[in-house]
């Protein structure tokens, strides 16, 4: 076999514009993968955790509007006033539990779901709060 000094000039210019091409094809190659995983991960960002964000910011907004009906409902009384907030506040649970069942099926995370199971207890007992660490999930 011949040596590479025993080459013509353009065989050796071919052979590195070769080389060359080699290795911006794996470049090319290797960043076509690397855009594949951060495609990944933006459209878990935006279709997961954005959903996430959304379901647990209502239930909260929902939870302050309960207080201010149970407020308002505790604060009079006539019976016939009452009802209307009585009525926003049950309205409203059925609201949250159907966010917490989006959220049950979305959240993925060990810790996540341990937020969202001390969430549902503090829930389940009257008179009971959840954790700021549950709030935040």
């Keep these: 076999m011949r040596r590479l000094t025993d080459l013509k000039i353009a065989a050796r210019l071919a052979l590195a514009f070769a080389c060359v091409v080699l290795l911006l094809a794996g470049t090319v190659a290797a960043s ?11 459209d878990r960002l935006v279709d997961e955790d954005a959903t996430k964000l959304r379901l647990s910011q209502e239930v909260l907004q ?3 509007g309960n207080g201010v009906h149970v407020l308002a409902a505790f604060m009079t009384d006539d019976e016939a006033a009452r009802q209307p ?24 995370r060990p810790e996540g779901r341990a937020l969202l199971a001390e ?18 999930c």
């Design 119 to 136: 969430f549902r207890s503090a829930r389940a007992r009257p008179g009971s709060r959840p954790s700021e660490a549950a709030w935040s």
């Design 32 to 42: 076509l993968v690397q855009f594949a995983a951060v495609r990944e991960h933006v």
């Design 85 to 108: 907030h009585l009525a926003a506040v049950t309205a409203a649970r059925r609201g949250i539990d159907e966010r917490l069942e989006q959220l049950d099926k979305l959240v993925r």
């Design 62 to 64: 929902m939870a302050r």
